[in-house]
């Protein structure tokens, strides 16, 4: 079985609630309400809605999600991806246009077990710390009275 092989799979239409345990990687991308605890990877679709707590290994979220999310290596925010609740990872990815609301905690023993450095990484632009004293214009008299 290949590494990034989907195991699981629940289909667009499909409400699921309740508690979820698996290996490997599993993909949603209908509606789950419940536990989802893994050591594997969670794929949350962009039209999947998923709420309540999830524990995991990695986190691919394009979809929406509302509770606490603890990963232990990694989540990846996808552009179309929602995020409402607290997040809990030592590497966070967030594409140009994803929506995340909530708390953010990083580099902690318990979400990476491990006390090492913290990895943030951005996708897409970004503007300069308007932290300095804007540029001043030249002085432009001609058409004032």
């Known amino acids: 079985m290949a590494k990034d092989e989907i195991n699981a799979f629940l289909g667009s239409g499909t409400a699921y609630e309740g508690k979820l345990n698996f290996q490997g990687s599993v993909r949603v ?11 594997g990877t969670l794929v949350v679709g962009k039209d999947a809605k998923v709420q309540g707590k999830v524990w995991v290994g990695q986190l691919i979220l394009s979809g929406h999600f509302q509770g606490e999310i603890l990963a232990t290596k990694k989540v990846v925010l996808h552009k179309t991806a929602n995020l409402l609740g607290s997040l809990n990872t030592p590497v966070l990815v967030i594409e140009e246009g994803a929506v995340m609301e909530g708390q953010v905690s990083m580099g902690t023993s318990e979400a990476g077990k491990s006390k090492s450095k913290t990895e943030l990484k951005a996708v897409g632009t970004a503007t300069k710390p308007t932290d300095q004293e804007p540029v001043k214009e030249p002085n432009d008299s001609a058409g004032k009275a």
């Open 29 to 39: 991308d209908g509606s789950f309400t419940g536990e989802i605890q893994s050591e």
